[in-house]
């Protein structure tokens, strides 16, 4: 499965798209299985001899993107690593200082960048988020919780007998009821298809270039990364911002209920503030009343644009997803929408809070987010800076993202109707960061390489 292939040039045809998923970590490029279980792990690494021999030996296990679905596989592993993880390996200074900034810095040191201040600033991060000890990521995804302990055997046999290899994170993390995330609302619905990555696309939305998501490939500028040094390393490898948010859902249904005048009137809001009814449905194909079988259709919920809705009468356009992805919205701005993706793997964390429920229950639930990119910063710092936080692009000023802004109990949300507008103020925040960190994602190569340095 992991044989060693002869170089390859760091350049690839125009003529010949196609990714070279046997060497592409799955996590990179499949959706995760549904239903879903499985766990978050973070090692930290004492001495860098074990720590490329426990990577040695977890290598066999870790699930390439072209054997996502093979249905012998019990579970799929992948590993990524900090910039202090890769240093903690001892990869060469060279290689190290030729990463992005972002990367070497890492996010907590963004905070400033990403608005994460108040409840959702580092200080109050859980350990060991935004600490120097945070070196190794592993997510480990299986269908049920009896073949997630199988390959979380693997991974605990990998270091067991390593002292210096130590976990210092664990996360259990599993799909809710029916599919939805813990507001309610129909998870994993959307994510651009990726140029030569032999899935297909949902609808009629236009693929991207795979070098947008995966070093060694061209992208939408038609240029292609080289860097990190050397190919062996940046090959087919990728960056991941890791975010875990805190989801108070009663506090989302306790502003709705405030906000409306019946059951009917809450669940409008909430579809306007998400900009998709909780079946999945889109505002701007289901406007007036939700409807279960367009959310229920994978092709049909992800094929729409913004075109016939530029007054935001159906779609408000700080509605959560026309800010993340505002799709042909911008067509006419100076902004490149496609230079601005990333791929987003999300799973939930927590007990759903019973219907009905408008006062915290202590429990912790939320959702991690690992949001995939080759460019760190035009991607997720971006769409956090400026599309999530800033209203400027939208001529809505200081307003923010509804659902994932960091309003802190003066924001505003704008719904447009005729003959007045509707805006909705005091809107608090509804999640907050619990930690994070920005990884490397090698291909399967360059784990290799990096688990024979020294050698």
């Known amino acids: 499965m992991f044989s060693i292939e002869k170089p390859v040039d760091d350049t690839v045809s125009t003529r010949s798209p196609a990714l070279e998923t046997s060497d592409i970590q799955a996590t990179v490029l499949r959706p995760r299985p549904t239903p879903y279980c499985g766990e978050y792990v973070i090692l930290r690494i004492g001495s860098a001899e074990q720590g490329r021999e426990m990577l040695r030996r977890i290598l066999p296990h870790v699930a390439p993107a072209d054997e ?128 030569g990555s032999g899935s297909a696309g949902a609808g009629t939305e236009a693929s991207i270039k795979a070098g947008e998501f995966v070093i060694g490939y061209s992208d939408e500028r038609g240029e292609t990364a080289d860097l990190p040094v050397p190919v062996e390393l940046r090959r087919n490898g990728t960056f991941v911002a890791i975010r875990k948010f805190h989801m108070d859902v009663a506090g989302f249904r306790r502003y709705l209920r405030a906000q409306a005048s019946s059951p009917e009137e809450e669940e409008l809001i909430a579809a306007k503030m998400v900009g998709r009814w909780r079946s999945g449905a889109p505002l701007v194909l289901a406007p007036d009343r939700d409807d279960p079988a367009l959310g229920a259709d994978g092709n049909r919920n992800n094929d729409f644009g913004y075109a016939d809705d530029m ?137 290799r390489w990096i688990s024979n340095l020294g050698r």
């Open 68 to 195: 996502w679905w093979v249905p012998s596989l019990h579970g799929w592993l992948g590993i990524a690593f900090t910039f202090e993880g890769l240093k903690a390996l001892g990869v060469p200074q060279d290689s190290l200082d030729s990463f992005p900034t972002e990367f070497r810095q890492g996010m907590a040191a963004r905070a400033e960048t990403l608005h994460d201040f108040g409840a959702s600033a580092p200080a109050n991060w859980e350990y060991p988020f935004g600490t120097p000890n945070a070196h190794v990521a592993l997510a480990i995804y299986a269908k049920s919780n009896q073949d997630l302990e199988k390959v979380l055997g693997l991974a605990r046999k990998s270091h067991a007998d390593l002292p210096e290899i130590s976990v210092v994170y664990r996360l259990r993390f599993g799909e809710l009821p029916d599919g939805r995330n813990p507001f309610g609302f129909k998870d994993g619905l959307h994510n651009p298809h990726v140029e």
């Open 311 to 447: 007054k935001g009468l159906k779609c408000p356009f700080s509605a959560h997803i026309r800010r993340v992805n505002p799709r042909d919205a911008l067509k006419d701005d100076v902004v490149a929408v496609n230079l601005h993706h990333f791929l987003r793997r999300g799973t939930n964390y927590g007990p759903p809070l019973p219907e009905g429920v408008l006062e915290d229950d202590g429990a912790e639930r939320g959702g991690v987010f690992l949001l995939i990119g080759a460019h760190l910063h035009r991607q997720f710092e971006f769409i956090q800076s400026q599309w999530v936080t800033d209203g400027n692009f939208i001529s809505h000023g200081i307003e923010q993202d509804p659902l994932i802004g960091n309003n802190e109990g003066d924001g505003v949300f704008t719904i447009p109707r005729v003959p007045v507008r509707r805006r909705l103020h005091g809107l608090p925040s509804f999640v907050a960061v619990r930690g994070g960190e920005y990884a490397f994602m090698p291909g399967l190569r360059a784990l």
